[in-house]
T-cell receptor
Framework: GIQVEQSPPDLILQEGANSTLRCNFS?????LQWFHQNPWGQLINLFY???GTKQNGRLSATTVATERYSLLYISSSQTTDSGVYFC???????????FGAGTRLFVKA | NAGVTQTPKFQVLKTGQSMTLQCAQD?????MYWYRQDPGMGLRLIYY???????DKGEVPNGYNVSRLNKREFSLRLESAAPSQTSVYFC???????????FGAGTRLSVL
């Protein structure tokens, strides 16, 4: 099945810093999403981005489908950005969603 | 709109007991999913229902059964709980496989 790898596994930032999170996937996808899991466990959908670039406030994401990777950019980080960021993909074969192991982000005040 | 609602939020079972986790969505979504999340790990797909009337196995289906009761509701049943099923369970829904997914708040299950 399709493999999803995220890097880095852990990241510590000072408030105000910028960061880039990466998601590599092993096969063609119909669906790629980025999620934020906050410290209370809630999963929030950030982007649906199987290809191209999107921006939402301080967050933006780019997926290069032909090279099988996606990047999530966080600018001017805030303490509320802390949590785990997951990349999840659905291969072209159907509905099975595969999650990466996540990047755990801690933003220090 | 409530979105995706899961019940219960917490549950403690003894080995061998059975229980059903309930999930309902009010977004008229076609597809629904059950995942489990173990400490420090990503989510793993247990079962999914691409549309009303269909269900299929995900990555880790052993020990679980599901029912797509109607378009709104998708339940997950543990027939004989085992300690290895201690986890946080999430339900999700989406309009189609090419759309965003929306998650419930999760059910934290401990099997002693």
């Amino acid at each position: 099945g399709i493999q999803v790898e995220q890097s880095p596994p852990d990241l510590i930032l000072q408030e105000g810093a910028n960061s880039t999170l990466r998601c590599n996937f092993s096969d063609s996808v119909n669906n790629l999403q980025w999620f934020h899991q906050n410290p209370w466990g809630q999963l929030i959908n950030l982007f649906y981005i199987p290809s191209g670039t999107k921006q939402n406030g301080r967050l933006s994401a780019t997926t290069v489908a032909t090279e099988r990777y996606s990047l999530l950019y966080i600018s001017s980080s805030q303490t509320t950005d802390s949590g785990v960021y997951f990349c999840a993909v659905v291969g072209t074969g159907g509905f099975k969603t595969i999650f990466g192991a996540g990047t755990r982000l801690f933003v220090k005040a | 709109n409530a979105g995706v609602t899961q019940t219960p939020k917490f549950q403690v079972l003894k080995t061998g007991q059975s229980m059903t986790l309930q999930c309902a969505q009010d977004m008229n979504h076609n597809s629904m999913y059950w995942y489990r999340q173990d400490p420090g790990m990503g989510l793993r797909l247990i079962y999914y229902s691409a549309s009303e009337g269909t269900t299929d196995k995900g990555e880790v289906p052993n020990g679980y059964n599901v029912s797509r009761l109607n378009k709104r509701e998708f339940s997950l049943r543990l027939e004989s709980a085992a300690p290895s099923q201690t986890s946080v369970y999430f339900c999700a829904s989406t309009l189609s496989e090419r759309q965003s997914s929306y998650f419930g708040a999760g059910t934290r299950l401990s099997v002693l």
